[in-house]
């Protein structure tokens, strides 16, 4: 079975800077996908950023880039410039491309909580 | 357009109740998924479904039941109450047409069972 593992509950960063949260997975699959999700206080997650593991290159989306390391099944988000706007918890997440797996569904890690210091 | 609606958005319960969540998808969405979110376990795939039919099915007892309307709404509801089903309970909706689709979520229905 495929899990999601997010190493850093907690993590601060100050305002302007730039962060690097981890998350490592495992899969005996070769084509899947790769999310980032941010949950702010509203409770309400948002996709900030999405990669799909048959592409070399790392997604970005504005501030957000991504670090995909298919064999190390690593994927880590970095948020450059930091703002106040980013605090929140962060959720990797992982799922399957195959239309055959019967065991298709989404895989979130615990998440990461992000604190940005003014 | 309306993005994804959950209520209520929160709830107090006993042991032993039963309780029913609605979620009401973004206008064309056809598949509703549910989570469960804990501080403990982080957050759980509970079930999905697609066009009526439950496509998939997370670890949960079988006191966790779902369904899905012909308008493409959804009902999640628990039976016998435990004092661990106490969560946030998020659910998410998409086209259900492509795995690589973003889920957009609803700010969800917090449960505490006392």
Redesign the interface.
């Known amino acids: 079975a495929q899990t999601v593992t997010q190493s850093q509950p907690e993590m601060s960063v100050q305002e302007a800077e730039t962060v690097t949260l981890s998350c490592t997975y495992d899969t005996s699959e070769s084509d899947y ?1 790769l ?1 980032w ?1 941010k949950q702010p206080p ?6 900030v950023i ?1 990669q ?1 593991a048959y592409k070399q290159q790392n997604a970005t989306e504005n501030r957000f880039s991504v670090n995909f390391q298919k064999a190390a099944k690593s994927f880590s988000l970095k948020i450059s410039d930091s703002q106040l706007g980013d605090a929140a918890m962060y ?1 990797c997440a992982y ?3 195959s ?1 055959l797996n019967r ?9 990461t909580r992000l604190h940005i210091l003014p | 357009k309306a993005g994804v609606t959950q209520t209520p958005r929160y709830l107090i319960k006993t042991r032993g109740q039963q309780v029913t969540l609605s979620c009401s998808p973004i206008s064309g969405h056809r598949s509703v998924s549910w989570y469960q979110q804990t501080p403990g376990q982080g957050l759980q795939f509970l079930f999905e479904y697609f066009s009526e039919t439950q496509r998939n099915k997370g670890n949960f007892p079988g006191r966790f039941s779902g369904r899905q309307f012909s308008n493409s709404r959804s009902e999640m509801n628990v039976s016998t109450l435990e004092l661990g089903d106490s969560a946030l309970y998020l659910c998410a909706s998409s086209s259900g047409r492509r795995n690589q689709e973003k889920l957009f979520f609803g700010s969800g229905t917090q449960l505490s069972v006392l």
């Open positions: 996908y999310f999700y509203s409770r309400q997650m948002i996709l999405r799909e959720f799922r399957s491309a239309s065991d298709d569904k989404i895989i979130f890690g615990k998440g």
